[in-house]
């Protein structure tokens, strides 16, 4: 599968109504949006599983893709398009074996070393960041900044999203420093109006 999107929605139901995450992904999909990967580190599984299953019946409809994070299991029990991995996840040689058919995998880096162990170890894309300062990413460290995001994007052949703190203005900024794109949270799940900022978004990235 190609990767055919350039902004990818994180969810984070923190930051919905009764941490329900499915309204948004709705406005979002309506909204056209190709990517969303669902990412409730503190959820059971059941609970995954089950808001995985109606995620991909909302992703569907609109043809966007589906990335659950490090759950390879439940991506491939709801035919989920991709998986996404952190550096404490099986690895990506691991869970291509045990997939049933074709996934994306996407993986969270957080340096050139990273990056390049994921492209070698065959990711399809990765994330790297956090680019800049946010409150949900600063355990992974002080912000990469554009130079190094610029050094990574070089460094491997694979799509770079550029991840933390990104509004639409540093999303152009990242795409002119090497990013393919962009991966958000906050940005989306806790606008006012998510379709609006969806666009702002798209004409920053530009097309593919």
């Known amino acids: 599968m190609k990767i055919d999107f350039r902004l990818y929605l994180i969810t984070g139901s923190h930051f919905c109504e009764n941490e329900n995450i499915l309204p948004v992904a709705r406005v979002a999909c309506a909204a056209g949006i190709k990517a969303i990967q669902l990412r409730e580190k503190g959820w059971s599984a059941r609970q995954v599983f089950e808001t995985a299953t109606q995620l991909k019946e909302i992703c569907g409809a609109s043809r966007t893709k589906l990335f659950i994070n490090d759950r390879a299991d439940i991506a491939d029990a709801v035919g989920a398009d991709g998986i996404h991995l952190t550096s404490q996840s099986l690895p990506v040689s691991v869970v291509r074996n045990f997939v049933t058919f074709p996934k994306l995998i996407g993986v969270s880096t957080h340096s050139l070393a990273e990056a390049a162990l994921a492209e070698a170890n065959g990711a399809d894309f990765i994330v790297f960041g956090p680019i800049f300062d946010t409150p949900s990413k600063r355990v992974y460290g002080s912000p990469q900044g554009l130079e190094k995001l610029k050094q990574v994007a070089k460094g491997v052949r694979i799509p ?41 978004f798209e004409t920053a990235l530009g097309s593919l």
């Open 160 to 200: 770079v999203f550029a991840v933390g703190g990104i509004d639409s203005e540093r999303a152009f900024q990242c795409r002119k420093n090497g990013a393919w794109g962009v991966a958000l949270i906050s940005a989306i799940m806790s606008a006012d109006n998510i379709t609006k900022k969806i666009l702002e």
